[in-house]
């Protein structure tokens, strides 16, 4: 262990699983203390206990970040338990397939809630102490969903495209206030819950090989690789980093 993050209480939303998990054991070995909050609150626990028992301080608890006074409470409940919030990552997300021609209302609706609504409750819930305190860090988890137009993925897309955007926003906000707002974003992700819905989803095979096809590497993300690049935008390395979207997809944007 290194401790690139330590001494840093970090909240990780959707950390009851996937990804989130990834990030959160990252950041735990690396020192930090780890808020896990996951709409999916036994997962959050499950999480933060393993944390705990390889040595970590963490908390895990249950919470719909599309919801202000759920979300608000659990980011009071992670300060309380292990101080002052010094990192957030807006992690939680959600995915459906879908074109634009038959989109289903609700689940447009709930992808926008927990995308961009959750980023930016998440955040207001974190960002009066950090302003107080003049020193923060914002990850925001985009997607290469935001950067180019998806196949089949309209409202993905969209929400992507406005984290991508209010990362941008929230770095001209706070960037005079000590924090720094970066996001990352990742391709497809195979062994996380949402990549295995996506690629297991019912697309004919023709259309998943055309998915596969466009990553240069010929293969998808682990989510360790993502959680890496997490760790860093999170630590003072990347200390001059703000409004800045570090692209991991193993080269499908560059083409
Ligand atoms: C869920 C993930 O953010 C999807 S974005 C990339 C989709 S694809 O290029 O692998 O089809």
Same mark, same amino acid.
């Given at each position: 262990?290194?401790?690139?993050?330590?001494?840093?209480?970090?909240?990780?939303?959707?950390?009851?699983?996937?990804?989130?998990?990834?990030?959160?054991?990252?950041?735990?070995?690396?020192?930090?203390?780890?808020?896990?909050?996951?709409?999916?609150?036994?997962?959050?626990?499950? +999480?933060?206990?393993?944390?705990?028992?390889?040595?970590?301080?963490?908390?895990? !608890?249950?919470?719909?970040?599309?919801?202000?006074?759920?979300?608000?409470?659990?980011?009071?409940?992670?300060?309380?338990?292990? *101080?002052?919030?010094?990192?957030?990552?807006?992690?939680?997300?959600?995915?459906?397939?879908?074109?634009?021609?038959?989109?289903?209302?609700?689940?447009?609706?709930?992808?926008?809630?927990?995308? +961009?609504?959750?980023?930016?409750?998440?955040?207001?819930? +974190?960002?009066?102490?950090?302003?107080?305190?003049?020193?923060?860090?914002?990850?925001?988890?985009?997607?290469?969903?935001?950067?180019?137009?998806?196949?089949?993925?309209?409202?993905?897309?969209?929400?992507?495209?406005?984290?991508?955007?209010?990362?941008?926003?929230?770095?001209?906000?706070?960037?005079?206030?000590?924090?720094?707002?970066?996001?990352?974003?990742? *391709?497809?992700?195979?062994?996380?819950?949402?990549?295995?819905?996506?690629?297991?989803?019912?697309?004919?095979?023709?259309?998943?090989?055309?998915?596969?096809?466009?990553?240069?590497?010929?293969?998808?993300?682990?989510?360790?690789?993502?959680?890496?690049?997490?760790?860093?935008?999170?630590?003072?390395?990347?200390?001059?980093?703000?409004?800045?979207?570090?692209?991991?997809? *193993?080269? !499908?944007?560059?083409?």
């Amino acid at each position: 262990m290194t401790g690139r993050v330590s001494g840093k209480t970090i909240i990780v939303t959707g950390g009851g699983g996937g990804l989130g998990r990834a990030i959160s054991s990252l950041l735990a070995e690396e020192g930090a203390a780890v808020g896990v909050i996951d709409v999916n609150g036994a997962g959050a626990e499950d +999480v933060a206990r393993s944390l705990t028992e390889d040595g970590a301080r963490s908390i895990g !608890l249950g919470a719909d970040v599309s919801d202000w006074r759920a979300i608000s409470s659990a980011a009071r409940q992670v300060g309380e338990a292990l *101080g002052d919030i010094d990192g957030l990552v807006n992690n939680a997300g959600v995915a459906a397939l879908g074109s634009v021609h038959e989109a289903d209302a609700e689940s447009w609706r709930r992808i926008m809630n927990v995308n +961009v609504s959750g980023v930016v409750l998440a955040s207001k819930a +974190v960002l009066p102490g950090m302003m107080e305190r003049r020193r923060g860090v914002i990850l925001n988890i985009a997607s290469i969903a935001g950067l180019v137009g998806i196949r089949n993925m309209a409202a993905y897309c969209a929400s992507k495209g406005a984290v991508l955007s209010l990362t941008r926003q929230m770095a001209a906000d706070y960037a005079s206030f000590g924090i720094r707002i970066n996001s990352i974003s990742p *391709g497809t992700i195979a062994s996380t819950e949402m990549g295995l819905r996506l690629l297991g989803g019912d697309e004919s095979p023709e259309a998943r090989s055309r998915r596969l096809a466009r990553y240069p590497m010929g293969r998808y993300a682990t989510a360790e690789e993502i959680a890496q690049a997490a760790l860093f935008m999170l630590s003072d390395e990347a200390k001059f980093a703000t409004g800045s979207n570090l692209i991991l997809d *193993g080269g !499908l944007t560059a083409v």
